[in-house]
């Protein structure tokens, strides 16, 4: 059974750093699309960014754009997002989530068949 599980949220200052892993077991990661959400208390789930099987296709939402970076090690069964710069907008339940095998990377919610529980990202001062 397809399993996501997300780590290395927390709390941390504007402008820090974190790096969130989405473990991948029951399915080999490096034949989907791995997206990562976001939801912020009374929002709706927002795209944040995907790495495409090839990990040459990225994308990234406007918001995050050059502070995020996405990255998959197949090896480990596992995606990163790497976040620096920090703001207090940023701050939410981060989600990675499987997109349909050999697929195309799209960042339509609906695409996405299995969710990790999430991790909380809260940035404050």
């Known amino acids: 059974q397809a399993q996501l599980v997300e780590s290395g949220g927390g709390l941390v200052q504007p402008g820090g750093s974190l790096r969130l892993s989405c473990a991948a077991s029951g399915f080999r990661l490096g034949y989907h699309t791995i997206g990562w959400f976001r939801q912020a208390p009374g929002k709706e789930r927002e795209g944040v960014s995907y790495?495409?099987?090839?990990?040459?296709?990225?994308y990234y939402a406007d918001s995050v754009k050059g502070r995020f970076t996405i990255s998959r090690d197949n090896a480990k069964n596992t995606v990163y997002l790497q976040m620096n710069s920090l703001k207090p907008e940023d701050t939410a339940v981060y989600y990675c989530?499987?997109?349909?095998?050999?697929?195309?990377?799209?960042?339509?919610?609906?695409?996405?068949?299995?969710w990790g529980q999430g991790t909380q990202v809260t940035v404050s001062s």
């Open positions: 790495i495409g099987q090839s990990s040459y296709t990225t």
């Open positions: 989530a499987r997109g349909p095998f050999l697929g195309t990377a799209t960042m339509d919610v609906a695409s996405y068949d299995s």
